[in-house]
């Protein structure tokens, strides 16, 4: 098979070339461009160009304009009321294909099987692998009227589990992420967490409570019967969801979520990683930098699985909720829970990663996700890597960004043979819409601040702008002669 370089708006000559991608052995990536350890040939800093050379032009300036709208503050923070005044006025139909050619396609390969399977063999071919995600933002509901909502998550996720499976051709690690309140409810998270809170974050004692959930129904005395039944049944959604994974080879990073959530989340992927991560990384978590405690988390999380003998994996991220966060701490008067400034924030980031890496090379049982979009942290990683002798493509150490951002990153990781992902929401777009807005509005600092992605977008449409009047010119002098 082979991947073809589409040049300047089809009037060229294409330029077919061998993709090692897609000849090698399962298990095993071999990089697509560069030697796996030669990421002193390139820097993505002066990686101004070539991440593009695959990208059609119709994509290019798709890029562009929404990358453009997506950082006035307006829309950004006027988002969902557009989206309900586009669908009034416009009707459905013409309003998806708005959205389609715009936004949602930005963002979202699609919600149908041939659309998916196209973008991720597309993704595939040019060394990146899709991380899939279920958008589920949950109603505002009483508990109760929205069991139903989370036996459907559940069975979209089981679904996401076999697409993973099915579309992983280049043989890289197969790996999804998920939300727990996508299949748990909130409320029960936050009086979780809160009893975790209470006992200075010590959650030895409910783990040791729950974690039979599949023989005895729960039963925690502070919770409710409805609640316990609850909580048993969402423990049992999530074995459901860990054993297919087991069974279909698949990796499921729980995503980290609002601090009044993440105890719970912590607590009942401690029980789930004691029932599957035995002999591999089933389930694994995600550790929000930003936070002041997250060092002091994820070390006492590696020294749980330690004490168990059993695997520990991470995505680290540096957290999507910052503002939500410091205007609660603000109206509740607790302390502020994130870093004091970005350069704390970057410092704890790195810091956290490093000790991961350590832990790698010692060849203990961690498995690191760097899920950044941030240039200095990922060289960083990269050059660490080196340093320690871990090889790009071992499996234990892999790079992702979101679908439709920082693709010049992801690109560089890739021709480099790191093992890189996009982050690739599943879903309708009346499915995948809110989370997108929510997204926009929380990564606001990525969309805004980071120009580079636009800049980079912006040198390659010019690029290809001038070839396409050179070439037209010169058609046009062999015309006139
Ligand atoms: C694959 C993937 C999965 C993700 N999963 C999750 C998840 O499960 N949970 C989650 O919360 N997020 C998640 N995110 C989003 C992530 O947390 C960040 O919002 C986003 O990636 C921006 O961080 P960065 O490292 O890419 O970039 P940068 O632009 O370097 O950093 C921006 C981030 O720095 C932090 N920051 C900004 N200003 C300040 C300040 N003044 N003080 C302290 N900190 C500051 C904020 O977290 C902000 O998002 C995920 C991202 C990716 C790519």
């Given at each position: 098979?082979?991947?073809?370089?589409?040049?300047?708006?089809?009037?060229?000559?294409?330029?077919?070339?061998?993709?090692?991608?897609?000849?090698?052995?399962?298990?095993?990536?071999?990089?697509?461009?560069n030697t796996a350890?030669?990421?002193?040939?390139?820097?993505?800093?002066?990686?101004?160009?070539?991440?593009?050379?695959?990208?059609?032009?119709?994509?290019?300036?798709?890029?562009a304009v929404v990358l453009r709208l997506s950082s006035f503050d307006f829309l950004v923070k006027h988002a969902d009321t557009l989206f309900r005044l586009g669908n009034g006025v416009l009707g459905k139909t013409l309003f998806g294909k708005v959205m389609s050619a715009t936004f949602y396609g930005q963002f979202c390969p699609g919600s149908k099987y041939e659309d998916v399977k196209k973008a991720a063999v597309a993704m595939q071919e040019a060394g990146v692998t899709p991380f899939f995600s279920i958008p589920?933002?949950?109603?505002?509901?009483?508990?109760?009227?929205?069991?139903?909502?989370y036996a459907d998550n559940t069975q979209t996720i089981i679904d996401c589990i076999d697409m993973t499976s099915k579309v992983n051709i280049n043989g890289s690690p197969k790996l999804?992420?998920?939300?727990?309140?996508?299949?748990?409810d909130q409320a029960l998270c936050k009086v979780l967490s809160d009893a975790i809170i209470a006992n200075n974050g010590d959650d030895n004692a409910i783990l040791e409570s729950i974690k039979s959930f599949d023989k005895k129904p729960v039963h925690l005395d502070f919770l409710s019967?409805?609640?316990?039944?609850?909580?048993?049944?969402?423990?049992?959604?999530?074995?459901?969801?860990?054993a297919h994974a087991a069974k279909q080879d698949v990796s499921v990073y729980i995503d980290a979520e609002y601090i009044s959530f993440n105890p719970a989340i912590y607590l009942t992927c401690k029980a789930m990683m004691l029932r599957h991560n035995k002999t591999k990384p089933v389930v694994q978590i995600t550790i929000q930098a930003?936070?002041?405690?997250?060092?002091?988390?994820?070390?006492?999380?590696?020294?749980?699985?330690?004490n168990s003998d059993i695997f520990f994996g991470a995505k680290i991220v540096r957290g999507a909720y910052m503002v939500t966060e410091q205007q609660r701490a603000l109206d509740q008067g607790y302390e502020d829970p994130i870093c004091d400034?970005?350069?704390?924030?970057?410092?704890?980031?790195?810091?956290?990663?490093?000790?991961?890496?350590r832990a790698i090379s010692r060849k203990e049982k961690v498995h690191l996700m760097v899920a950044s979009h941030n240039e200095?942290?990922?060289?960083?990683?990269?050059?660490?890597?080196?340093?320690?002798?871990?090889?790009?493509?071992?499996?234990?150490?892999?790079?992702?960004?979101?679908?439709?951002?920082?693709?010049?990153?992801?690109?560089?990781?890739?021709?480099?043979?790191?093992?890189?992902?996009?982050?690739?929401?599943?879903?309708?777009?009346?499915?995948?819409?809110?989370?997108?807005?929510?997204?926009?509005?929380?990564n606001n600092s990525i969309t805004k601040g980071d120009k580079r992605d636009r800049a980079l977008i912006n040198i390659e449409l010019s690029k290809r702008l001038r070839q396409f009047v050179f070439f037209w010119r010169k058609d046009e002098y062999h015309t006139l002669q």
């Open positions: 098979m082979h991947s073809v370089s589409k040049l300047p708006l089809g009037r060229f000559a294409r330029c077919v070339i061998t993709h090692p991608n897609l000849t090698r052995q399962p298990a095993f990536f071999v990089p697509c461009h350890n030669d990421v002193t040939a390139t820097n993505i800093e002066a990686y101004n160009e070539p991440g593009f050379r695959d990208t059609p032009t119709k994509q290019l300036v798709r890029a589920a933002e949950e109603p505002i509901t009483q508990l109760g009227d929205v069991e139903k909502w999804c992420h998920i939300k727990l309140t996508a299949f748990m019967d409805a609640e316990n039944q609850h909580l048993t049944e969402s423990l049992l959604r999530y074995d459901r969801i860990c930003y936070l002041k405690k997250a060092k002091m988390e994820a070390e006492k999380f590696i020294k749980c699985c330690q400034g970005l350069d704390a924030t970057h410092a704890n980031y790195n810091g956290i990663v490093k000790n991961l890496l200095d942290s990922v060289t960083h990683v990269v050059r660490r890597m080196k340093k320690l002798g871990i090889e790009p493509n071992e499996g234990k150490v892999v790079f992702a960004q979101l679908y439709g951002l920082s693709d010049h990153v992801s690109n560089w990781l890739g021709e480099n043979g790191y093992l890189i992902y996009k982050s690739t929401p599943l879903g309708t777009i009346e499915d995948t819409m809110p989370y997108l807005y929510r997204r926009a509005q929380e």
